[in-house]
C-alpha cells in the first residue's frame, strides 16, 4: 500500500465498485484532512472554506479549477462572496474513491502557510 | 423611468425595502431575460448554464466575477465540470432589486453570440 | 459598410493579405478607441491598463481571456503587479485586421463604468 | 541554513542589498529549477512554458497568481494563445532574492505531474 502523503500523489483512472473505499478506510483516511467531512449520505468529501472577499475567493476557485484539471477529477462547488463549498465525489465508483481523499489533500497544499 | 437595456445600466447602492421590486415590477422585467427565472421562494433570479468542460466554466466564472465585482453586486453560485447556476438577489432589500435584473442582462450580454 | 458600433460587433475569420487594412481604414478606427495607439511597426493595437492590485489584474486578464476565447481571437500580453499591456495583431493577414479594433473594442466595453 | 526543498518554502520580506543572492548562491540554487535560467541581466529568472490553447495558459497565469498572491511576491509575465514567460526578481533587493526561487519552485510542483 502506497503510504506517501496525499497531497504528493496523483489521481489515477478509477472506475467500477472495487475502486470505492469501505467505511473502515474512509475512517483511516479522514484525519489526515483537518476540517473535511462526510456529506449526510456518505458519497462526498466536503469543506467550507472562507476569503476576504470575491477576488480571493474566485482566486482560490481558479487554483482548485487548475489543480483539478491536471488531476483530471473534477470537484463540484458552491460560492458566494467570501466563501467557497468544495465537494469531491468520484461518480464512476458510485461514492468515495482514492482520487478524492487526493485531490482535498491538494487543496489543503494549496493554503498551507 | 430609465427604459435603457437593462445590459448598459449599473448597479447602484438599493438598500432598505423601498428598493425590493414588487411582483408586477418583476413581471415586466423578466421576459427580458431568457432562460431566467424566479427561484422558488421568489427571492432570487436564477439560471442554469452548460459549458463543454471544466476549462470553459471556470472561464465562465471569472468573466461573471469580474462584471460583478466592477459592479459591487455579487452572485451565488453553483458549479461543476461542465455547468454552473447563478443566482442573483439583493440582501440588503430582502428580495429582487433592480441590480439583480441589470446583472443577469450583463451575463447574458457575455454569452451574446 | 457595417456601422454598427465597433464593441457590439464579432469577430469573423479573417485570412489573408486582402483582410489587413490600410492606414486610412486604422486612422478612421482608432479615434474609436481611446488610449489604444499602434505598435512602432504599425502591425498592432496597443494599451496600458493599470489596477490596484494583483487580483483585479488576474481579473482582467480572466475577463479579456473569457472574450477572447469566445471571439476566437487572442491577445498577446504583458503584466505584472498592477498592470497589463494588451496587443492585438492578426497573424494571418501580417497586421491589423478589424478583429483587432472590435476585441479592443470589447475590452473597453467590459471596463466602461 | 534552511535545507527544506525550495517548494516547501515560503517567502519572507526581503529588503534591502544584504538579502540579494551573489553570483555563488545563484549558481548553487539554479540546478534545483529545471529550464530557468538568468535574465540577461542577471537580475531575474526566466522561464517558458508552452500550453495546448489559451484556456490552459489561462489556468496557468491563475494558478501561479493564486500562490503569488499567499506568497505576496508577484513575477512580470508574458503571454499568449499557447505560451507563458515568467519572470521572478526582487524590486526590493535590486536583483535575486532567496523568494523568487521559492517561487519559481513553487511553479514548478504546480505542473509536477
Known sequence: MDTAPL???HCQPRKGKEHALDK???AALLPQ???????ADGDALVKDF???DFHRTLGFINAVGFMANREDHHPDLEAGY???RLRW???DVGGLSLNDFICAARVEA????
Open 7 to 9: 497531497a504528493t500523489r
Open 82 to 84: 467570501g466563501h467557497c
Open 89 to 91: 465525489s468520484t461518480h
Open 110 to 113: 494549496l493554503l498551507d502557510r
Open 24 to 26: 473502515d478506510a474512509i
Open 33 to 39: 484532512l483537518p476540517g473535511w467531512a462526510l456529506s
Open 50 to 52: 472562507r476569503f476576504e
